[in-house]
């Protein structure tokens, strides 16, 4: 039986930068859909690009083939133009020999990935795009919505 196909929509927001964070995700796979958000009180908007993506990712149960859209160019530009790969090789150093950023969620990015097939695409954001627009409002909404996580890898 040939893997179940998935179209992931991810987006993450924040009040601030770093400020209160959120990500919004929306999962697709014939008739059904799956949103998912959730807010944290101090966070940074590439943290919650990279977390929309992961939680999607995490919530499949099976390998699945994933085509992944995101408006974040940290993110799919570190996955479809070698830059992730590059980091380990370097010790999880950036080309400028600086320590790469948001590690955690890029080695927690790496165990959600393992046995799917992911295609990563960049949507623009703000453009039109249905799902990319309802990410982005279930982000926004999740800053606002209360009960705020802390987000252990910033703040801790």
Not at 35 to 61: C, D, P, W
Request: charged share 30%; proline share 4%.
């Amino acid at each position: 039986m040939p893997p179940k196909r998935v179209t992931i929509y991810s987006d993450g927001a924040c009040s601030g930068n770093p400020g209160p964070g959120g990500y919004g995700t929306v999962l697709l796979f014939g008739e059904h859909r799956k949103e998912l958000s959730r807010g944290f009180r101090r966070t940074t908007n590439n943290r919650m690009e990279l977390l929309g993506a992961i939680v999607g990712l995490e919530t499949l149960k099976q390998p699945c083939e994933v085509v992944m859209f995101s408006d974040s160019k940290y993110l799919v530009d570190a996955m479809n133009k070698g830059w992730l790969d590059g980091w380990q090789k370097k010790g999880w150093k950036t080309a400028g020999k600086q320590p790469v950023k948001n590690q955690d969620l890029w080695r927690r990015l790496l165990e959600a990935i393992d046995g799917h097939e992911v295609e990563w695409r960049w949507v623009r954001g703000h453009s039109g795009d249905v799902e990319n627009e309802r990410c982005d409002e279930l982000a926004v909404a999740a800053i606002s919505g209360g009960g705020l996580l802390e987000d252990a890898g910033f703040e801790g």
